[in-house]
């Protein structure tokens, strides 16, 4: 090879490596793209994207990563395992894949495997992030202690984790001597500044359930209401839309929809939803017929509506948000035997996929599904249809003290809270109407004042034997993802009734608007 052919070589060998090293930058900046969207909750845009990139680097990890998270938080669990086993195929040392490969597994009830993937990406990389959530794994499957020592663990190795603080308030009754409260206290002193938005909102619900448990009330609602006059600036004039939603539903399903369509649908007899208020005894009323042996507890599923809004499109079914106010009269005009019966088909399909084998009911216990007791009636006749109903002002409070993981835009001021708490009764008193006993409504008093009457009720009404379990949900082992995580840990107990008068003086504004 002469001397101008060995130049010529070089140089192309330049350029392409120049080429590689572009292309590579190009698809890290789409990665990263990406995740900003799924941070954003375009999850749509960001899978998009993510399959544009898998056809140009089909060996990239990051890419599969992302994937197998956008289908977790569509539900798609299944999809989501595959997405991260190829992730961890390309990389298994890839401790992120392998602590969200564990939270898969959580929904997929496999908890021995979770936990397995857990320490795995701890013996990669034990830092404050990996930790913590290992902790949330354990927390959820209710194993409180060593949950509390991981979260401990996060902090040493940075002290400004707040959610781990946040976490240690929330799996216990807060003492004067609790460090995590006591490390708090002083970072709301000093350098509340130094924290982003998110850290500072979750610094004064801390601050707030922990001066709660020290029985220092007014402590308690100065730290919540700072928590969440925040959260509601943040979702501005939007967080009043549902209520006006809500009064307009009757107008659209009338008698006549109801009338007309009677008898079609698909004739499964397994869903069950649990349907009220958040924070009105739902998850207690799940945990208690989920430990039936016949009965498997599905969590809070958004797939009916979405099953409604995209019966062709089964990628969609377990996504979150965005629906409100497509049921309305132009899509009820259109409806035909056949819809309902795909709608009704397409929803058991996607509810009972993580169901076991031995499990013939299962419970949806998604409480904003009140809007869509009418639809579900005509897609599936036989479905067991129960109403948590619980006083308004604990309700009310309940919600005001929780910072809610998902999109829960009117739950962070009383009034906006009051209006969707009026619209639900008076939308649920019309469904009544229509549906008569279809349609079983438990008292949240009367089932934790007289639990095993109201549960031998519920077990009849949903058509099951009877299985002593149900008496003792506090021994479920199942992971609970709701707020309720920690009390269904306990036995059924009547603490919380007429909890509210705790904060009468705050809650005022929630009592007038009700008229209370």
């Known amino acids: 090879m002469n001397r101008k052919q060995r130049r010529l070589n070089s140089k192309n060998s330049g350029n392409k490596s120049f080429e590689d090293t572009q292309k590579q930058s190009l698809i890290n900046k ?17 899978e998009a994207l993510y399959m544009g990139l898998k056809e140009h680097a089909p060996q990239n990890g990051r890419i599969f990563y992302g994937l197998g998270v956008i289908a977790h938080k569509r539900k798609r669990f299944e999809d989501a395992y595959d997405f991260m086993h190829e992730a961890l195929k390309l990389d298994a040392k890839d401790h992120k894949a392998l602590v969200a490969m564990g939270f898969i597994l959580l929904d997929l009830n496999q908890a021995d495997a979770a936990i397995e993937y857990c320490e795995k990406s701890l013996r990669i990389d034990r830092n404050s992030e990996n930790t913590a959530l290992y902790g949330t794994t354990l927390k959820l499957l209710g194993h409180f202690e060593e949950s509390e020592k991981l979260f401990w663990e996060s902090l040493s190795y940075d002290d400004k984790n707040i959610l781990s603080y946040k976490e240690i308030i929330a799996s216990r009754k807060v003492t004067e001597d609790n460090k995590a409260f006591i490390a708090l206290k002083n970072i709301y002193t000093d350098s509340m500044d130094d924290l982003d938005d998110e850290d500072q909102i979750r610094v004064n619900f801390a601050l707030g359930k922990a001066y709660f448990d020290l029985k220092n009330y007014d402590a308690s609602f100065k730290h919540y209401k700072e928590g969440n006059d925040a959260k509601q600036k943040q979702y501005g004039i939007a967080r009043t839309a549902m209520g006006g939603f809500i009064k307009r539903i ?41 430990s039936h042996h016949k009965v498997h507890g599905a969590g809070e599923l958004t797939a009916f509506l979405n ?56 419970v949806d216990k998604m ?87 109201q549960t031998r009720k519920l077990i009849e009404y ?18 609970v993802k709701t707020a309720s995580f920690a009390q269904v840990r306990a036995p059924i107990n009547t603490k919380s009734i007429e909890g509210w008068r705790r904060f009468e003086t705050g809650l005022k504004p929630l009592a007038d608007y009700l008229g209370l």
Request: charged share 25%.
């Open 30 to 46: 789409g990665i990263n793209t990406a995740s900003d969207l799924i941070k954003l909750g375009k999850f749509d845009e960001a």
């Open 250 to 290: 009757p107008e659209d399903f009338t008698k006549d929809v109801l009338k007309k369509h009677k008898g079609t649908g698909q004739n499964s007899d397994v869903p069950i939803f649990i349907v009220g208020m958040p924070r009105s005894g739902t998850t207690l009323t799940e945990q208690i017929l989920a």
């Open 307 to 362: 099953c409604a809004l995209y019966p062709d499109e089964p990628q969609k079914h377990g996504q979150i948000g965005g629906a409100d106010g497509k049921i309305n009269k132009h899509y009820l005009d259109n409806l035909t035997p056949e819809v309902l019966k795909k709608l009704g088909q397409n929803y058991v399909t996607f509810a009972t996929k993580n169901a076991p084998e031995s499990a013939t009911r299962v």
């Open 367 to 453: 409480p904003l599904n009140f809007k869509n007791v009418g639809l579900i009636k005509l897609a599936l006749p036989n479905a067991k249809i129960i109403y948590s109903r619980r006083n308004p002002m604990d309700i009310g409070m309940s919600i005001y003290r929780q910072l809610f993981s998902e999109d829960m835009g009117f739950a962070y001021g009383l009034e906006d809270i009051g209006a969707v708490i009026k619209e639900c009764d008076a939308l649920m008193d019309y469904w009544k109407e229509l549906l008569g006993d279809d349609l079983f409504v438990s008292n949240y008093e009367d089932l934790v004042q007289k639990p095993e009457e």
């Open 462 to 479: 949903c058509g099951l034997d009877w299985d002593d379990a149900c008496l003792s949900p506090h021994k479920n082992t199942r992971s």
